[in-house]
């Protein structure tokens, strides 16, 4: 397991998706990266998807930094804190695995042409920034606010640096109201701070991700929310698919 964690994207599958909700990474993040960046990136289809794989690369290498650390040492100063991971792990095995993601995220900066791109460090020292704070703090409310921050982020990373320049801003007010506001209400129950029993309803799912059209109703006719329609639609389309499944087996269920 200790060679295991030297590969990035292999601590976030072993401590968050082998017992987490792949699906709705699949379904809400990276599926949904793929199609903006086939839709509104002006590059040819397999170099956009290309250079948002090696986007994710970077954005996952600095990311599970963060994970380490909050797993392994910011997480026992907290009450109920979550200690995953390998707790009993010794600080050159973590040194290790801290050198080889930066080594990673460098690689993936090379490959991507970005070394002197100021909009590429700036992007992820912000993201490092609001990981700090986020790991640096014990104040429950405090997180809540630096976790919306790296939801942002980390929807981000994959499709800033590959979709049209008019196009990002479009994008991350979609990712903003659906994904990001979507993430929060999670990590509010699961910290105990979200006093809302009937969000895991269907229909309430459902309403969540359909009220972006209403903005796409507004934003539609101008070149530039391009990708918040593809977004919004996306997620739409995708609830509505959900709910409908959902429907005919709860019937079926019945029936029997």
């Known amino acids: 397991m200790k060679l295991f964690y030297l590969v990035p994207f292999a601590y976030f599958y072993d401590t968050r998706l082998r017992s987490g909700n792949v699906a709705f990474h699949v379904i809400f993040e990276w599926f949904a990266a793929a199609l903006l960046v086939l839709a509104v990136s002006e590059a040819p289809p397999l170099q956009a998807l290309k250079a948002a794989g090696l986007a994710y690369l970077a954005f996952v290498s600095l990311y599970e930094i963060g994970y380490f650390v909050n797993d392994l040492f910011a997480s026992r100063k907290e009450a109920d804190g979550r ?6 792990a010794g600080v050159g095995w973590v040194a290790v695995w801290f050198i ?12 991507m042409g970005k070394l002197g791109a100021r909009e590429w460090w700036s992007f992820f020292a912000a993201l490092c920034l609001v990981f700090g704070m986020h790991n640096g703090s014990t104040d429950r409310e405090f997180k809540a606010i630096t976790f919306i921050w790296l939801a942002w982020f ?3 990373a994959p499709v800033i640096f590959v979709v049209q320049d008019t196009q990002r801003l479009g994008i ?3 990712a903003a109201l659906s994904y ?9 129950d699961s910290k105990g701070l979200l006093k809302m029993p009937g969000r895991q309803r269907a229909g309430i799912r459902l309403s969540f991700f359909l009220m972006p059209l209403t903005g796409a109703l507004g934003l539609w006719h101008y070149e530039a929310a391009q990708g918040y329609l593809v977004l919004v639609g996306y997620y739409a389309f995708v609830s509505l698919v959900g709910t409908a499944a959902n429907v005919m087996k ?7």
């Open 172 to 174: 991350g007010l979609a």
């Open 154 to 156: 980390r929807f981000m």
């Open 250 to 256: 709860n019937r079926t269920a019945n029936r029997e």
């Open 83 to 88: 200690r995953r991971g390998p707790q009993g």
């Open 100 to 111: 080889a993601r930066l080594f990673f995220f460098i690689l993936a900066t090379l490959m």
């Open 180 to 188: 990001v506001s979507f993430r929060l209400l999670g990590y509010l």
